[in-house]
């Protein structure tokens, strides 16, 4: 297990206890909304995460009472991109583009972790928040709780990864109806239609109970879990027949025998098994 840490940044805390990484967002007073600090944040953090490999699952929460309002104007106001200026049409929205790829790729970075990603929701996860939630691995809400794809409303199409992930999350035609109304869909519709695993009646027992879940993993055999989620990713975007032949080249070559053979001999010891965590992405020194 990873030596327990605790580090603060401008928009969240991170703290890492019994290889349990949890990122709380830290700023209720504006309703967690991503500014442009969070943005830089978030991916860092998350690939710090899953380049060293100690930690075993990571599970975002929030302080307040809403998870998140989504991309904070200051994030409009810092990128030029979005305002005209001497240069050709053109040549403003090719830069633009670029600007878009990065704010995606901090999402993305959720998916792309090598630990399962959870996330506690209490309020609203609006208009970004929901496009950050779709790029979890499960999803777990407060009866209090909704979803928004508020971009609708202000006149742009989400452009952060809401829409390649919502509709494969829930059916199409809810994903169609929230997105073009910028409608809430409350926790107790979103766990009907397979947005969320379960509802709570407050974020304390959410929080409980999502740690608890936490446990359980960490608890597993980390190059099982980490070849699970991938395969689960790749599976989602590709065919049965190539995702059976990942499966089995993957266990071809990752396959560990000593972890099989050790949640055995735990079993019979009555002990909890001990699993080397996954290796360093990082070069030494780094």
Not at 206 to 211: D, G, Q, S
Request: proline share 4%.
């Amino acid at each position: 297990m990873p030596a327990n840490t605790s580090e603060k940044y401008e928009t969240f805390t991170l703290d890492v206890t019994d290889a349990i990484a949890h990122l709380r967002f830290c700023r209720p007073d504006k309703a967690n909304s991503m500014t442009p600090a969070f943005w830089r944040e978030l991916p860092a953090a998350i690939k710090d995460i899953s380049d060293k490999g100690e930690a075993r699952v990571i599970v975002l929460s929030a302080e307040g009472k809403h998870f998140s309002s989504g991309m904070d104007i200051s994030v409009f106001m810092e990128n030029g991109a979005l305002f005209a200026d001497d240069s050709p049409r053109e040549v403003v929205a090719e830069r633009f583009r670029h600007s878009v790829k990065e704010l995606q790729d901090t999402f993305s970075a959720l998916e792309n972790a090598r630990q399962p990603v959870l996330a506690a929701i209490q309020g609203g996860a609006v208009g970004a928040g929901v496009d950050l939630v779709t790029a979890c691995d499960c999803r777990y809400a407060t009866r209090d709780a909704f979803f928004s794809v508020h971009e609708t409303a202000i006149g742009m199409t989400a452009d952060v990864g809401t829409f390649p992930r919502l509709a494969k999350l829930i059916p199409e035609g809810i994903a169609r109806q929230m997105s073009y109304t910028a409608e809430r869909l409350p926790a107790d519709r979103a766990k009907a239609a397979g947005l969320v695993n379960e509802v709570y009646d407050d974020a304390d027992e959410m929080l409980a109970a999502v740690m608890e879940t936490a446990r359980q993993i960490a608890q597993h055999s980390p190059l099982a879990v980490t070849g699970v989620k991938r395969m689960i990713t790749y599976s989602r975007d590709h065919t049965t027949d190539d995702t059976l032949d990942y499966v089995a080249v993957w266990n071809a070559g990752m396959l560990s025998i000593r972890d099989i053979q050790e949640t055995y001999t735990a079993k019979a010891e009555k002990r909890s098994p001990d699993y080397p965590a996954l290796q360093s992405l990082k070069h030494k020194g780094a």
